[in-house]
């Protein structure tokens, strides 16, 4: 008899163990199994990638997959065709993407993250220090082609612009900066900020549009960023987080994260998240 109640409790010791057991597999399972994916914008990817590692390390159970080197274009298509949970977009939703979200029956939310500067750049001996943001579209359309035209010195004025790995600053330039005119047929192409910069350095008279975390500063900066002027009768404003962030530096870009209306807690949440923090510098290390 004793040995048959030893039996019975050595049988519900083992049950127990292999309950507590399995259920201890089914809870971590299930703190790995929320999966978010975000596509777009490459020129978001340091900011959302940095953001979506915090966000893990505070909720371990969702994973967040930020990918690299992609367009606006590809991720709001992703989006649309539910092959993403997140777009990263670094202007607003087009009418024609609007119309295939329509047509899919999806209704899509916009999320302000913040934004951007596009600094205007020029070489170190260059004597202009500062130009009015009417000044800025008439040298980026081709209508000033001498600095003298501007009280500057007597060279002529080389325009660099970015190529297809940065289209989403191409648009932006064109679009919202120039008012829908392109950049002047004269200008040379680069493919990438780093080439534009080089070539900035070493061409005087040269001027250039890039991204605001591009240019070296300090006193080893190779190039020397131009202060703007929203008109003749505004002072002159250099860009920085705060100028960007309260408007009075003329030339910001907006970032955008669209998600599905629809879009399941974890998504909004991690969207939150995401808005709460804003722009500012991708790197977090001192939130860690």
Same mark, same amino acid.
């Given at each position: 008899?004793?040995?048959?109640?030893?039996?019975?409790?050595?049988?519900?010791?083992?049950?127990?163990?292999?309950?507590?057991?399995?259920?201890?597999?089914?809870?971590?399972?299930?703190?790995?199994?929320?999966?978010?994916?975000?596509?777009?914008?490459?020129?978001?990817?340091?900011?959302?990638?940095?953001?979506?590692?915090?966000?893990?390390?505070?909720?371990?159970?969702?994973?967040?997959?930020?990918?690299?080197?992609?367009?606006?274009?590809?991720?709001?298509?992703?989006?649309?065709?539910?092959?993403?949970?997140?777009?990263?977009?670094?202007?607003?939703?087009?009418?024609?993407?609007?119309?295939?979200?329509?047509?899919?029956?999806?209704?899509?939310?916009?999320?302000?993250?913040?934004? /951007?500067?596009?600094?205007?750049?020029?070489? +170190?001996?260059?004597?202009? @220090? *500062?130009? !009015?943001?009417?000044? #800025?579209?008439?040298?980026?359309?081709?209508?000033?082609?001498?600095?003298?035209?501007?009280?500057?010195?007597?060279?002529?004025?080389?325009?660099?612009?970015?190529?297809?790995?940065?289209?989403?600053?191409?648009?932006?330039?064109?679009?919202?900066?120039?008012?829908?005119?392109?950049?002047?047929?004269?200008?040379?192409?680069?493919?990438?900020?780093?080439?534009?910069?080089?070539?900035?350095?070493?061409?005087?008279?040269?001027?250039?549009?890039?991204?605001?975390?591009?240019?070296?500063? /300090?006193?080893?900066?190779?190039?020397?960023? +131009?202060?703007?002027?929203? @008109? *003749?009768? !505004?002072?002159?404003? #250099?860009?920085?987080?705060?100028?960007?962030?309260?408007?009075?530096?003329?030339?910001?870009?907006?970032?955008?994260?669209?998600?599905?209306?629809?879009?399941?807690?974890?998504?909004?949440?991690?969207?939150?998240?995401?808005?709460?923090?804003?722009?500012?510098?991708?790197?977090?290390?001192?939130?860690?």
């Amino acid at each position: 008899m004793k040995n048959l109640l030893s039996l019975k409790k050595l049988l519900t010791i083992v049950l127990i163990a292999a309950a507590v057991s399995i259920g201890g597999g089914l809870t971590l399972a299930a703190q790995t199994e929320v999966s978010i994916k975000v596509k777009g914008a490459d020129s978001m990817w340091g900011r959302i990638h940095s953001l979506a590692v915090l966000y893990m390390k505070y909720h371990p159970q969702v994973d967040i997959t930020v990918s690299p080197g992609s367009l606006v274009d590809e991720g709001m298509s992703a989006l649309i065709a539910g092959e993403t949970d997140v777009a990263m977009a670094s202007r607003k939703i087009t009418a024609q993407e609007s119309e295939a979200a329509r047509l899919k029956g999806l209704r899509l939310d916009e999320h302000l993250v913040g934004y /951007g500067g596009i600094v205007i750049v020029t070489d +170190l001996q260059n004597p202009t @220090d *500062e130009l !009015s943001v009417e000044q #800025v579209r008439k040298i980026f359309t081709g209508q000033i082609v001498n600095w003298k035209e501007i009280n500057g010195k007597d060279q002529a004025v080389t325009v660099f612009k970015s190529g297809e790995k940065h289209p989403g600053t191409l648009v932006f330039v064109e679009n919202d900066m120039l008012g829908g005119v392109p950049i002047t047929g004269s200008a040379i192409t680069l493919p990438d900020f780093p080439a534009i910069l080089d070539k900035v350095a070493e061409t005087p008279g040269s001027i250039a549009c890039v991204r605001m975390r591009d240019p070296f500063p /300090g006193p080893k900066a190779r190039t020397k960023s +131009l202060r703007i002027r929203k @008109d *003749e009768n !505004s002072p002159p404003v #250099v860009a920085s987080s705060k100028t960007i962030s309260d408007g009075t530096y003329p030339f910001r870009r907006p970032y955008y994260l669209y998600t599905a209306a629809g879009a399941n807690g974890d998504v909004r949440s991690f969207v939150a998240f995401a808005v709460s923090r804003g722009w500012g510098t991708p790197y977090l290390i001192h939130e860690w």
